[in-house]
């Protein structure tokens, strides 16, 4: 039976590999302070971290962990409702709710866990979910597991998304759930619009900002105060601009309160370790009081697409970090990614399925933390590749 089943998988994974969509994974040892990586021993420029803002390798942030972590340890020892929670863990969900401007909030221990017992515990039988057709895995996942009957609207399509709740008005409770900044396209959904629609049909409004905290708004405060409108919940994510690990959700007392005792991935999830808890607190701290970073963030950002678009490559996305740059056929992506990387340019081709067939990219993301002189490289490297595959 062992071996039937071994085969079996093994013919999967040739399928895969048949399909130029088999994944490995690469040794990396960051240089989180400079904005480069030895990938397998190799120095390249980082052009495809999460870490936006720098922070991930920001001595600070080290410093106050490493205190924190000599006091309670490198574990939790348990979930938070059994023997994980600490001060620490208390004073980072005030701080969040402080920084985002909400009653109360409750951290998990990552943003995936986070989308999927919010979503699955406020969603359920006789609802309905209005979810944008990009959403991320974690928000999909989340749909899958309420018992809510959920549909799909087409990407930022207004129109199609008020036609769905007119649709709808028959379910117990409508909830529209978007991300704010796409991981994978670098655009935002149309917050102010979303919030209207919301408004004229009574249905709630659930913002995952996993790309937007740090970045978008007063102070990196996100998606919802760059637009200027307030959501009923914010789910986020401490792994990003925030540059340590975790997840969060924020809003009303009531929610915090309900969540705290109904989602079942905080609720039999083992805790993080409180030395983490102070990092993130120490990170929102120089977010908020370090608008130079979202500056040098944007502009750096805007330089790299502007020179892309000038070359004539197929770029998407705004006015964000991200920066998918559209080369089409998976195969022809990979090759682009491999020829980056011996130009000293880490960026891995995404390819289905987190991507639609025929529109596999290399997904850039600029950080704070490079230099002009990274980004004059990425260029170069990115022209040279573009003319070599005629992909411009």
């Avoid at 637009?227 to 009923?232: E, I, K």
């Avoid at 929610?255 to 983490?276: C, H, K």
């Avoid at 011996?342 to 490079?370: D, K």
Wanted: hydrophobic share 40%; charged share 25%.
């Amino acid at each position: 039976m062992l071996r039937r089943a071994t085969d079996w998988l093994a013919r999967e994974v040739d399928q895969i590999k048949g399909q130029n969509l088999y994944r490995q994974l690469r040794t990396i040892s960051p240089s989180v302070q400079s904005g480069r990586s030895l990938v397998e021993g190799k120095e390249n420029i980082m052009a495809s971290s999460n870490n936006y803002l720098g922070l991930a390798g920001d001595q600070r942030l080290t410093d106050e962990a490493v205190k924190v972590m000599k006091e309670y340890g490198v574990g939790s020892t348990g979930s938070r409702l059994t023997t994980g929670n600490t001060i620490w863990h208390e004073k980072l969900e005030k701080r969040i709710a402080e920084f985002k401007k909400k009653e109360a909030s409750l951290v998990f221990s990552s943003g995936y866990l986070a989308n999927v017992g919010v979503i699955s515990s406020l969603a359920g039988e006789g609802d309905m979910i209005l979810s944008d057709q990009y959403n991320h895995a974690s928000i999909i996942d989340g749909c899958r597991l309420s018992r809510a009957q959920t549909n799909i609207y087409r990407h930022v399509d207004m129109e199609d998304l008020q036609a769905e709740l007119i649709d709808s008005q028959h379910y117990k409770r409508r909830f529209i759930i978007t991300d704010g900044v796409f991981s994978m396209d670098g655009d935002m959904a149309p917050l102010f619009e979303i919030k209207a629609l919301a408004d004229k049909y009574d249905a709630y409004v659930i913002v995952d900002d996993a790309h937007a905290t740090g970045i978008l708004g007063k102070n990196g405060r996100g998606t919802a105060d760059h637009f200027g409108v307030s959501v009923d919940v914010i789910i986020g994510t401490l792994s990003k601009s925030i540059g340590t690990e975790g997840g969060f959700v924020t809003g009303t007392k009531s929610l915090i309160d309900y969540l705290r005792n109904r989602a079942r991935s905080f609720v039999f999830q083992t805790a993080l370790p409180a030395g983490t808890m102070a990092a993130a607190i120490k990170a929102i701290d120089i977010i908020e009081s370090s608008p130079q970073l979202q500056h040098q963030l944007q502009n750096l950002t805007y330089r790299l697409r502007k020179e892309l678009l000038y070359y004539g490559f197929d770029v998407k996305g705004e006015q964000t970090p991200i920066i998918p740059v559209l080369i089409g056929d998976s195969n022809k992506a990979m090759k682009f990614s491999r020829e980056l990387e011996n130009n000293g340019v880490f960026a891995p081709a995404i390819r289905p399925p987190t991507v639609p067939q025929g529109e596999s990219r290399i997904r850039l993301t600029v950080m704070a933390i490079h230099t002009e002189g990274d980004i004059q490289k990425i260029c170069q490297a990115f022209y040279k590749v573009g003319k070599k595959l005629e992909v411009i």
